[in-house]
């Protein structure tokens, strides 16, 4: 490849030292991605016969590549850490060329950020000229003398070779480092074993720095006091997040800082006199496993769950144990909704037994890692207002899309289409916040049906699939026309610009309105209200009621409501001595109990209550049949099955 026609070589060379006209000088040559050569191990090889002439050490000086050119000024066709080699072709008689011609050929190389001259003997020339050695070595560039026996294309690749074993030589020291600083974080003491590995590695000192730059655990050879000063300024440096890598040179040790990942405020600092290739790998692998160590596992909430965990089991209760279940609360929140919590029984959509990932995946997506895998269900535990989409104002991910409200409109909230409240209850809201198409429920408040894009209210009793039927529209009185405004009255005031949107009101926990935990796509979940923690088993069984009648109604999320009912006049002990004696003739039949339970919150629907308890319908049939010769009543008439609601609901 011929390379383009050079500029006319300066008549007059700089002083050894000066700077060079024209000579775009960069301000650090850019390093490329191969791992660089010592010259000392060029000179090595017996078989290039290379010899070093002029300039510093050869272990100082390292190669980055190899180009050849004859060009009499070779700066613009350089990158900076070549070993540029030439045959002299430029200056075929070393007699003849202009006086500092030699010098400013060297100094161009210099200012290119060329790492060594290599002088080629023969053809053209016998000896390197005297010349161009003392302008190599006044201006401090490694000049080698290429033997005739050695072509440039052997030098060239004897540098590939060089490059390709220390390639080689630096992924073995960064595997060997993985596998140690691996073992290291599985001891007892994984955080100090780490640190003692990694300074071994990298022959200096590491500390990792807690919040505000406070050292919590170091290893390795402690340095001077102002490099440790050093360590710690750049540790605050990358926790205060303006970076999350810093590196400085104090008193001739290297220092660098990694913020790790865990956002509570932790750094990795290390300090070596001198940089390896692959230490900044091998340093962010420890930090990597450092970050792991010092995450929410190991940390407060961690721990939290531990102690609560060992409470349990020496006797303690859940209104003592859940504040410590409780994730440490972002930066401005001051905890959960009043201490309250949901339950959820979830379960996978088309697996009978999820893996432990999807489970997991499920806890991350709902906020919660207080999760119980048992058979086909899952259980989770959630703080309310804590996890991601609960809590008090939530707006609902995808609101199903319909014409505005207005009045004498009736529309469907998205949190809840068709919330139930009942047997026998399909509630939706009105403009003025009312309810629209309430068929009254007997006793108080059942179960809620939650939200999803993909819901479907399940078939009716005895209807085989189809299209479906659409509701019959709501009559509407007939309307006269609007009256015209009173011109004494004036304009109608709008809404002031500058306010800004109405903010949406407060949502008590848990009421009916907390919006709690949203669907999760592939999974059917049945969440109870938001209780305290000493009402815990009995929201167990809410959520196992609400994923009972989501299964047998097909949709993705079923909510228990505990909203205020008629049967909250009625005392507590009244209540409960009423239902005990209008249910004695089934105490001792659960399973008859269960079944009549789901049939009546299910409207009576036979393959619905099959489904909720995956029996077979006729078994149903015969289940209520059951029911109803034992309490010697008749379950088709609405007063009996209200009367029995009600005492199922106080058991």
Do not use: K
């Amino acid at each position: 490849m011929r390379e383009a026609t050079p500029p006319n070589p300066l008549p007059d060379g700089p002083a050894p030292g000066a700077a060079v006209p024209g000579a775009c000088v960069p301000a650090a040559p850019p390093v490329p991605p191969t791992p660089p050569v010592p010259l000392a191990a060029l000179l090595a090889r017996e078989d290039l016969g290379l010899r070093q002439l002029t300039g510093p050490p050869a272990t100082d000086v390292t190669v980055h590549w190899v180009h050849t050119s004859e060009m009499a000024d070779p700066l613009p066709y350089l990158l900076g850490g070549e070993l540029l080699l030439t045959a002299g072709v430029h200056a075929p008689e070393a007699a003849a060329v202009p006086d500092g011609y030699f010098d400013d050929y060297a100094a161009r190389i210099v200012a290119a950020g060329g790492a060594a001259l290599g002088f080629g003997l023969a053809p053209v020339h016998d000896t390197v000229p005297e010349a161009l050695r003392a302008a190599c070595e006044a201006r401090g560039l490694a000049l080698v003398e290429v033997p005739p026996r050695t072509t440039f294309s052997a030098v060239a690749r004897a540098v590939w070779q060089l490059m390709a074993q220390a390639r080689l030589a630096e992924l073995r020291r960064v595997s060997e480092a993985q596998r140690g600083l691996a073992a290291a974080a599985a001891r007892p003491d994984p955080v100090p074993a780490v640190l003692r590995r990694l300074a071994a590695r990298l022959d200096g000192w590491a500390v990792l720095h807690g919040p505000g730059g406070t050292p919590v655990a170091s290893a390795g050879r402690e340095p001077a006091a102002p490099v440790r000063r050093g360590l710690a300024d750049l540790a605050r440096h990358v926790t205060g997040r303006a970076s999350a890598t810093a590196s400085d040179t104090v008193a001739g040790a290297r220092l660098a800082a990694y913020a790790l990942g865990t956002g509570r405020g932790f750094a990795l600092a290390i300090a070596a006199e001198r940089r390896e290739p692959g230490d900044q790998t091998i340093t962010s692998l420890a930090a990597v496993l450092l970050s792991l160590l010092t995450g929410e596992h190991h940390s407060r909430s961690g721990a939290g769950r531990s102690s609560a965990l060992v409470r349990l089991l020496l006797g303690a209760g859940p209104e003592e144990v859940a504040p410590l279940l409780l994730p440490e609360p972002a930066e401005g929140a001051d905890g959960t909704a009043g201490g309250r919590w949901y339950v959820v029984h979830a379960r996978a959509d088309g697996r009978a037994v999820p893996d432990a990932t999807t489970v997991a995946a499920l806890g991350t997506a709902l906020g919660s890692p207080l999760i119980d895998r048992a058979d086909d269900v899952v259980r989770l535990l959630i703080p309310a207002g804590a996890a991601p989409g609960t809590g008090p104002g939530t707006v609902p991910a995808s609101p199903e899309p319909g014409p505005p409200a207005g009045p004498g409109r009736a529309t469907r909230t998205a949190p809840d289409p068709g919330a139930e409240t009942g047997p026998g209850t399909h509630e939706g809201t009105g403009a003025g916040g009312g309810t629209a198409g309430t068929g009254a429920a007997p006793g108080e408040g059942g179960d809620a049906v939650g939200t999803g894009t993909a819901c479907r209210r399940g078939p009716a009793e005895g209807a085989g699939p189809g299209p479906r039927i659409p509701p019959e529209p709501i009559p509407r009185p007939a309307r006269g026309p609007r009256p015209a405004p009173d011109p004494a009255r004036g304009p109608r005031p709008g809404p002031d610009p500058a306010r800004g949107p109405r903010p949406p009101e407060p949502r008590a926990p848990g009421t009916g309105t907390d919006t709690g935990p949203r669907p999760q796509p592939g999974w059917t979940l049945g969440v109870s209200a938001a209780v305290t923690p000493d009402e815990w088993p009995a929201a167990d069984a809410q959520a196992a009621r609400a994923l009972a009648r989501a299964r047998a109604t097909r949709v993705p999320l079923v909510r228990h409501g505990a909203r205020p009912a008629l049967a909250d006049l009625v005392p507590d002990g009244d209540a409960d001595a009423h239902a005990r004696a209008l249910l004695a003739p089934l105490a001792g039949a659960p399973a008859l109990t269960e079944t009549l339970r789901t049939w009546l919150s299910l409207h009576g629907s036979w393959e619905g209550t099959a489904v909720a308890l995956s029996v077979h319908r006729n078994t149903v049939r015969q289940r209520i049949a059951r029911c109803a010769a034992l309490l010697d009543a008749d379950l088709d008439d609405p007063d009996v099955r209200m009367e029995l609601w009600f005492a199922l609901r106080r058991r």
